[in-house]
C-alpha cells in the first residue's frame, strides 16, 4: 500500500493544536480525521525526521495540551459532553521517549485548559456543568495546581491525588487563558516541512474516487479544497479545481464521468440547508478546464449507466424537510442535452443507491400512501427507461429488517452465475453486503457486518469493500466466500476509509477521511481465486454471518 499525496504528516486530517517539546525531539498534534465526534487523537512525531512516533488514542475529545518547560512530558486535558448536564473527561500525561502514558479520569467534569507555571507546577483548569434547567449551558470552572519533584515518575494514583484538592473556583476569561506556544498549527507545520524541503496543506476528507482506464485517479473532497482533482498513475497532482469561493456555494459529492473519460460532471449545492439548490458544472479531464453549466433547483443525487445515459434526481436531502413535492428528475446525455423527465417520487439520505458498472439505470424508490414519511416507506430496486419506471424487487429480503432499510453503494456484474447487483444497506445499527439475481432480486448470499460499508466495487470476480472498522474486505463474487481482510495500516497509522474503486487491471484506489489515496495491489493468488471461482457455477444459495 502506498499513500498519495506521499507528504509529511498524513495521518493527522485535520490538526487542532500542537506543540514542540523543550528540547526539540517531540511534535505533538492534536488531531481528527472524523470531525470534532471522533474520539480524542494526538499523533506524535521525531522532530528529526518527521516520521510519526506514537499515536495516542484517547477515550475523548482533546481540549488542550502542552509539554513541560524542561522534561519531555506532554500533558493532556480531555472532555466529553452527553447534554448540557453531563460532562466526563481526564488528565493524561505522556513521555514519548520510553511511550509511557498515566491517565487519570475526572468524574463529572472535564479537563479544558492546561498550563505549566514552572518546572514543577501544572495548573489544570476543570468545567463542570450548572444543573439549572431555566438556563441550560451554564459551566462552573475551578483550578488546581499540581506540584512534583520528578514529573518523569508520576503515577496515576498520585496523579490523581495532586488535582483532587483543593480545587479553586475561577472565572475564566477564555481570550485571555494562555494558549499553546504554537497558535497556528497548520502553519507551523507547513513551514515546519518546507524547512526540510517538502510540502505540507491540510486534506479534507476524500469524497469520491475513480480510477480511469489510463490509469489517472480522480478524486472530490468531501468540504473544502479543492472540488477535484486529478493524480497521474505514478501519484503527481495533474490538475485541481479549486472550491468555489461563495459562502453558500460547496460541493455535492456527487459526479458523473461521461463513457469516453474525456469529461466529469460534479454537483455543488448553493443555498442554505433548507432551499439547496445545484449547479452541475463540467470540467475536461484533460487539463480541469471549464466545459458547461447546468442549474436544478434541487439538491441532485446522480445515477448513470454504461452508454452514457444519466439522471438528476431531486435527492431531498433538506433541514428541515422540504414540504413541496419532489421535482421530477431529469434524463441526460453526456453532453448535458436533456432526453427526458421521470417521476422517482420521495427520497432523502436513505435513498441514496449508486451503482457502479451498470448497464441500466436504477433506484430506490418510496412506495406507500402521499402522507407517509420517506424513510418508513416501503423501498423498491426501480429500472427507468423508454417506458418509464419500472419496478423490479423489495429492497428488503426478509421481513425482519424493517422498513427503515437505507441504500448504499452498489455494484453491477455479469459472470457464471448471470448479472447481478452487489450491494450495501445498513438497517439500525446493522451493515449488509448481499448479492441479488438481475433483475428478480434473488439474494445468492448475504453477509452481516458491524461496520458501515463506505466503498464497493468489483473486478476479476473479486468484490473488493471498505468499512468503517478500516479495513479492506475481498470477498468471491459467486460464492461470496470472505477471501481476504486487511487492515489500511501503512506507516503505522490505520486509515479511515470512504470510498473505492478498482481499476481496469484490479489494482485498488481508497479515499480516506485523512484526505489521503490509498493505491494497493491485489496479490496475484487472490486474483486467481477470484478468476477460478467465476468461472464455476453457483452453489445453492446461502448466508454467510461476518464480524
Same mark, same amino acid.
Given at each position: ?41 494526538? !499523533? ?34 480531555? =472532555? ?11 488528565? /493524561? ?24 507555571? $514552572? ?12 444543573? &439549572? ?29 495532586? #488535582? ?8 475564566? &476569561? ?27 496543506? %491540510? ?37 485541481? @479545481?479549486?472550491?468555489? =469561493?461563495?459562502?453558500?456555494? *460547496? ?16 454537483? #455543488? ?30 439538491? @441532485? ?58 448497464? *441500466? ?5 418510496? #412506495?406507500?400512501?402521499?402522507?407517509? %414519511?420517506? =424513510?418508513?416507506? =416501503? ?18 429480503? $426478509? ?6 432499510? $437505507? ?6 456484474? &455479469? +459472470? ?6 452487489? *450491494?450495501?444497506?445498513?438497517?439500525? +445499527? ?16 448475504? /453477509? *452481516? ?7 464497493? &466495487? ?10 468503517? !472498522? %478500516? ?57 486467481? %481465486? ?18
Amino acid at each position: 500500500m502506498r499513500l498519495v499525496p506521499d507528504d509529511p504528516f498524513p495521518e493527522i486530517g485535520h490538526p487542532y493544536a500542537t506543540d514542540v517539546s523543550a528540547d526539540g525531539r517531540w511534535l505533538a498534534v492534536s488531531c481528527t480525521a472524523g470531525g470534532r465526534r471522533e474520539r480524542g487523537r494526538v !499523533a506524535v512525531y521525531r522532530m528529526s525526521d518527521l516520521a510519526l512516533w506514537d499515536q495516542l488514542v484517547l477515550e475523548y475529545g482533546v481540549e488542550a495540551l502542552a509539554f513541560h518547560p524542561v522534561l519531555p512530558v506532554l500533558a493532556l486535558g480531555t =472532555e466529553h459532553s452527553d447534554d448540557e448536564f453531563h460532562r466526563r473527561g481526564g488528565l /493524561h500525561l505522556y513521555e514519548p521517549e520510553v511511550r509511557r502514558r498515566t491517565d487519570v479520569a475526572v468524574a463529572g467534569g472535564s479537563v479544558n485548559a492546561l498550563r505549566w507555571r $514552572d518546572v514543577r507546577r501544572l495548573e489544570v483548569t476543570f468545567a463542570r456543568p450548572e444543573i &439549572d434547567h431555566e438556563d441550560e449551558g451554564r459551566e462552573t470552572y475551578t483550578r488546581a495546581v499540581a506540584e512534583h519533584d520528578n514529573w518523569n515518575a508520576v503515577t496515576a494514583d498520585r496523579l490523581a491525588a495532586l #488535582v483532587s484538592w483543593p480545587q479553586v473556583p475561577v472565572e475564566i &476569561d477564555w481570550h485571555t487563558v494562555e494558549a499553546p506556544r504554537i497558535r497556528r498549527p497548520q502553519e507551523f507545520l507547513a513551514a515546519t516541512a518546507a524547512e526540510r524541503g517538502l510540502a505540507w496543506t %491540510r486534506r479534507t476528507g476524500t469524497a469520491l474516487v475513480e480510477t480511469l482506464r489510463d490509469g489517472r485517479v480522480l478524486a472530490a473532497a468531501r468540504s473544502g479544497d479543492p472540488l477535484l482533482e486529478c493524480w497521474s498513475p505514478d501519484g503527481a497532482l495533474q490538475w485541481s @479545481v479549486p472550491e468555489p =469561493e461563495d459562502t453558500f456555494e *460547496h460541493s455535492g459529492c456527487r459526479w458523473y464521468v461521461t463513457p469516453d473519460e474525456e469529461s466529469v460532471w460534479i454537483t #455543488v449545492l448553493v443555498g442554505t440547508s433548507d432551499n439547496r439548490r445545484t449547479r452541475l458544472c463540467r470540467f475536461a479531464l484533460a487539463d480541469g478546464a471549464r466545459l458547461a453549466e447546468l442549474r436544478f433547483d434541487f439538491p @441532485v443525487a446522480i445515477a448513470a449507466r454504461t452508454d452514457g445515459a444519466w439522471v438528476a434526481r431531486d435527492s431531498r436531502e433538506l433541514f428541515p424537510d422540504a414540504r413541496w413535492p419532489p421535482y421530477e428528475s431529469v434524463v441526460l446525455t453526456p453532453s448535458g442535452r436533456q432526453l427526458a423527465t421521470l417521476p422517482l417520487g420521495e427520497s432523502g439520505s436513505g435513498y441514496d443507491f449508486p451503482v457502479r458498472r451498470s448497464p *441500466h439505470l436504477l433506484f430506490l424508490y418510496g #412506495v406507500g400512501d402521499a402522507d407517509v %414519511r420517506p =424513510e418508513v416507506l =416501503e423501498k423498491w430496486v426501480v429500472r427507468a427507461g423508454p417506458g418509464g419506471v419500472e419496478r423490479l424487487f423489495r429492497f428488503a429480503w $426478509d421481513d425482519t429488517l424493517g422498513p427503515r432499510l $437505507d441504500g448504499g453503494p452498489a455494484v453491477y456484474l &455479469d +459472470d457464471a452465475t448471470g448479472p447481478g447487483l452487489v *450491494h450495501t444497506c445498513t438497517a439500525s +445499527d446493522d451493515t449488509y453486503l448481499v448479492r441479488r439475481s438481475y433483475p428478480d432480486g434473488a439474494v445468492l448470499w448475504a /453477509h *452481516h457486518f458491524d461496520a458501515r460499508i463506505t466503498g464497493l &466495487d468489483v473486478h476479476g470476480g473479486l468484490v473488493h469493500a471498505v468499512t468503517g !472498522a %478500516r479495513e479492506l474486505l475481498t470477498l468471491e463474487a459467486v460464492g461470496g466466500t470472505v477471501v481476504r481482510r486487511r487492515p489500511l495500516a501503512v506507516g503505522g497509522h490505520v486509515y479511515t476509509p470512504t470510498c473505492l474503486s478498482a481499476g481496469p487491471d484490479g489494482d485498488l484506489v481508497i479515499g480516506t477521511a485523512e484526505g489521503r489515496l490509498i493505491r494497493t495491489r491485489t496479490d496475484e493468488e487472490t486474483r486467481m %481465486r477470484g478468476r477460478c471461482h467465476s468461472a464455476a457455477p453457483s452453489a445453492l444459495p446461502r448466508t454467510a454471518a461476518g464480524s
